[in-house]
């Protein structure tokens, strides 16, 4: 019988080469479109005062939102981070890309389980995200999303 976890990371191994092709469906692009708009405008207010942001991609898959996010605050701010997944494969492609653009230095990929990352660094993040539909795959939502609050600075923000 298989674990939770371990039908993820099986689900996950399979479409981690083609998850990007996300990026060709209308559906995912105008989705895509509209949350960095989203983010464009709101995340600002939430990181006043802030030139560095440390950031926390709690269910990283493909790095495509850690990217996202560099490509939209880059210029204002210095981000560095860690991609953490349960699935392996699917941190190469995020790692591969990460190198591809120059940001191997500043964000670090690791296999990890969002539940349970009590040796992740609390109180380090300004930033944490966990889009679209991380959490639905994790078995304890509570658990998850409590570890990833744990992590945050006091003023940080989860997303």
């Given at each position: 019988m298989h674990n939770h976890n371990e039908e993820v990371r099986e689900y996950f191994a399979k479409k981690a080469d083609a998850y990007d092709d996300v990026d060709d469906?209308?559906?995912w692009v105008l989705s895509d479109r509209f949350y960095?708009?989203?983010?464009?405008?709101?995340?600002?207010?939430?990181?006043?005062?802030?030139?560095h942001i440390e950031l926390l991609d709690a269910g990283a898959g493909?790095?495509?939102?850690?990217?996202?996010?560099?490509?939209?605050?880059?210029?204002?701010?210095?981000?560095n981070g860690l991609l953490l997944d349960l699935s392996p494969e699917m941190l190469k492609v995020a790692a591969k890309k990460l190198e591809e653009?120059?940001?191997g230095n500043r964000f670090?990929?690791?296999?990890?389980?969002?539940?349970?990352?009590?040796?992740?660094?609390?109180?380090?993040?300004?930033?944490?995200?966990?889009?679209?539909?991380v959490?639905?795959?994790?078995?304890?939502?509570?658990?998850?999303?409590?570890?990833i609050h744990n992590k945050l600075k006091e003023e940080g923000i989860h997303l």
């Amino acid at each position: 019988m298989h674990n939770h976890n371990e039908e993820v990371r099986e689900y996950f191994a399979k479409k981690a080469d083609a998850y990007d092709d996300v990026d060709d469906q209308l559906y995912w692009v105008l989705s895509d479109r509209f949350y960095k708009e989203v983010l464009r405008r709101e995340v600002p207010r939430y990181l006043a005062g802030r030139d560095h942001i440390e950031l926390l991609d709690a269910g990283a898959g493909t790095g495509r939102w850690t990217l996202f996010f560099h490509e939209l605050f880059s210029e204002k701010y210095d981000i560095n981070g860690l991609l953490l997944d349960l699935s392996p494969e699917m941190l190469k492609v995020a790692a591969k890309k990460l190198e591809e653009r120059g940001l191997g230095n500043r964000f670090r990929c690791r296999v990890a389980d969002i539940e349970a990352i009590s040796d992740v660094q609390s109180n380090a993040y300004d930033a944490s995200l966990s889009f679209y539909n991380v959490i639905s795959f994790v078995e304890n939502p509570r658990q998850a999303l409590s570890e990833i609050h744990n992590k945050l600075k006091e003023e940080g923000i989860h997303l």
